[in-house]
């Protein structure tokens, strides 16, 4: 499988992933003494245009390094099903993780759908309240199983 993309009227063509990847990465001197850094910066951007345009089943379908071999592939394998969601009161540019609520890992395996939906009422609901997220709304993480979530007061 090949990717491609036009870059000022040339079309650049890269036979595989691994060379994508490799011609989208920055300038570096060891990737040039490798010879795998694009020769131009035209042929970067037209790596990171093509690469932008790569579905993640490529990326499942073509690992560039076993999966027996590392634990970010493994990572990767186990959980690209999952779901996410951050909760930012008054989102606004400039505002930082620090100011949002993230729950991730939300699939059958991890965190259940129920107790993802659970939990973003609750911190929706107190954040309202309160009228702020982020690292001041923070949840009792030990609650039990299958109760509300309690969230915590600021300190």
Known sequence: MGYSAVALGTRYTFHDLK???????????GDQLAGIAASSATER????MALADVPL???LAEPLIPYERDEVT??????????????????????TDAERNCISNIRPEGL??????DRIFALAREARRRQLTGVALKEDR????????KI???P
């Open 74 to 95: 493994r990572l990767i394998f186990e959980t690209h099903d999952s779901l996410g969601t951050h909760l930012t009161w008054h989102p606004a540019l400039g505002r």
């Open 57 to 59: 089943t490529d990326f």
């Open 112 to 117: 259940g759908y129920r107790e993802a939906a």
């Open 19 to 29: 060379t994508l990847l490799a011609k989208a990465s920055p300038a570096r001197s």
């Open 142 to 149: 030990g609650a039990p199983a299958g109760t509300q979530p």
């Open 152 to 154: 915590l007061d600021k």
């Open 45 to 48: 951007a037209a790596a990171c």
